[in-house]
């Protein structure tokens, strides 16, 4: 049975199916066969329908410039775009082009030396520390390179921690936890230690960590930098599971090509500037 490589149509296929099922089945199972082996591995939804929602997170004129001793450093250049709700956006750009500043001053861990950062109408780079930081716990969840998990809590621990500091009901801690360990892939690892896990496994502890006061939108910088190409791509998976599940807006900075292809969108920045 021969379908064209790159025909791969559904509907035809399917009709060569059912006329064949009659006849021999095995033909028919064949075709079907044939047909699968024309099917991308990871089967995309169009862009087209991307952005889904409104905007979440806009970034005007934003500039940072570091202070040296008499040296200023200005190291992200009036940079402005918008993140709509739903959507995975990648930055990219050669190293020290200023992603991770960015996606600081984007995530309110770091304030702008001038220019704003809206996420829905809240201004961060107006808000005072403290509420800056209130904000953040309700908003945002973070994910780094480097997992920065507690190595002497096991995982279940290191998921409760900040539930205990959000005055949780220890009951329903535990139950959130556990159902965010499943979330992840992890459910019978939570009495491990960290060094007990992979890399790819304490990343995904990480995200689980990141989701557990239901953020909006994940910043995660380098999330896959210390993994192979296997593990980066469940974490993308899981990131793309987590956007069609939970709604969650996500950015990552990444060196990987095949990751920025995976985004719906993706912002290059060459030397402070977008590219
Ligand atoms: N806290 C800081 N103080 C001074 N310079 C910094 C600081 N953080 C980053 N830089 C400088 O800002 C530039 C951009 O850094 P960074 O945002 O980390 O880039 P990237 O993540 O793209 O590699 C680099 O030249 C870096 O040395
Ligand atoms: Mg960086």
Not at 30 to 54: C, H, M, N
Not at 56 to 69: A, C, R
């Amino acid at each position: 049975m021969n379908i064209d490589k790159k025909g791969g149509d559904r509907q035809e296929a399917v009709e060569r199916f059912i006329q064949a099922f009659d006849g021999d089945r095995k033909a028919a199972i064949e075709t079907l066969i044939d047909y699968v082996k024309t099917v991308p591995a990871v089967v995309r939804k169009p862009k087209a329908q991307r952005p889904t929602g409104s905007v979440l997170l806009s970034v005007k004129n934003l500039t940072k410039t570091y202070k040296l001793g008499k040296q200023h450093l200005t190291v992200v250049k009036d940079v402005s775009f918008d993140i709509y709700e739903g959507e995975i956006v990648a930055i990219t750009g050669a190293s020290g082009s200023g992603k991770s500043t960015l996606l600081h001053l984007m995530g309110g861990l770091d304030k702008p030396t001038s220019g704003d950062i809206f996420i829905d109408s809240t201004n961060l780079a107006r808000l005072s520390d403290r509420k800056l930081s209130m904000f953040r716990r309700q908003t945002v969840g973070y994910v780094f390179q480097f997992f920065y998990l507690q190595p002497f809590l096991r995982l279940k621990q290191n998921l409760e921690v900040p539930g205990m500091f959000a005055r949780a009901k220890r009951k329903d801690r535990s139950r959130h936890v556990t159902e965010l360990a499943e979330k992840v892939g992890l459910q019978d690892r939570l009495q491990h230690f960290p060094k007990e896990l992979s890399g790819g496994q304490m990343q995904r502890a990480a995200i689980a960590r990141a989701l557990l006061n239901q953020p909006r939108i994940i910043l995660a910088d380098e999330p896959t930098g210390n993994l192979d190409s296997k593990n980066g791509e469940q974490i993308i998976r899981l990131f793309e599971s987590i956007r069609d599940e939970l709604g969650t807006t996500v950015v990552i900075i990444t060196h990987d090509e095949a990751i920025a292809n995976r985004a719906d969108r993706t912002i290059r920045l060459a030397d402070g500037r977008l590219a």
